[in-house]
């Protein structure tokens, strides 16, 4: 089992709705969690950090973490072809270590 | 403020050959980190530093090296390199431990011949 797991994708919406990104990690003890977002031929670029259950919301951006379920995701609302990229799931179980996702590729239609 | 900044963007090797990528941070952050990326899967961590002299391995050292004698520098050194080096190299920074997100280098694209 991957400690990180999401779906490579690509999902694809159409431009306004909500794209729904999701991840697992396997290790229980993990205390924080971060989405970093990637488009082509570029670095990641952290755009959400959660450490408790429940949401946060910075702008359109929704992070959900449920730690009971080891699931995290990331809403983006009112879908832009802008945020079309890849979104990397990060989760740090303490420490120096974290652990990254394989990303979900976003299309986002116009 | 430039962040993270790494050099060269690109570069090809031949089998055998050395080279060093060079990072360099001007955000006073104590924590640096070497990963590689490899197309389909996620980013894995070669080395990384609390401080200046002070570095350790992460889950794919073989083949590289590091140092980290000031604050702002942290050079990794690939030895003979080898096909299985081609990949994306991504030097990241970060203000403290778990509970920090990073800042990335724009990144080096390095091909093994």
């Known amino acids: 089992q991957k400690e990180v797991e999401q779906n490579s994708g690509p999902l694809s919406v159409p431009e306004g709705a909500i794209a729904s990104l999701n991840c697992t990690y396997s290790?229980?003890?993990?205390?924080?969690f971060f989405w970093y977002r990637q488009y082509s031929g570029k670095s990641p670029e952290l755009i959400m950090s959660i450490y408790s259950n429940g949401d946060k919301e910075d702008g359109r951006f929704t992070a959900q973490l449920n730690k009971a379920s080891q699931y995290v995701s990331l809403l983006i609302r009112d879908s832009q072809p802008s945020d079309s990229a890849t979104y990397l799931c990060a989760v740090s179980p303490g420490g120096f270590k974290t652990i990254f996702g394989a990303g979900t590729r976003l299309f986002v239609k116009a | 403020n430039a962040g993270v900044t790494q050099t060269p963007k690109f570069r090809i090797l031949k089998i055998g050959q050395s080279m060093t990528l060079q990072c360099a941070q001007d955000m006073n952050h104590n924590y640096m980190y070497w990963y590689r990326q490899d197309p389909g899967m996620g980013l894995k961590l070669i080395y990384y530093s609390v401080g200046a002299g002070i570095t350790d391995k992460g889950e794919v050292p073989n083949g590289y090296n590091v140092s980290r004698s000031t604050t702002e520098d942290f050079p990794l050194r690939l030895e003979l390199a080898a096909p299985s080096q081609t990949s994306v190299y991504f030097c990241a920074s970060s203000k403290g431990t778990d509970t920090y997100g990073y800042t990335f280098g724009s990144g080096t694209r390095l091909t093994v011949v």
């Open positions: 290790d229980r003890v993990s205390q924080s």
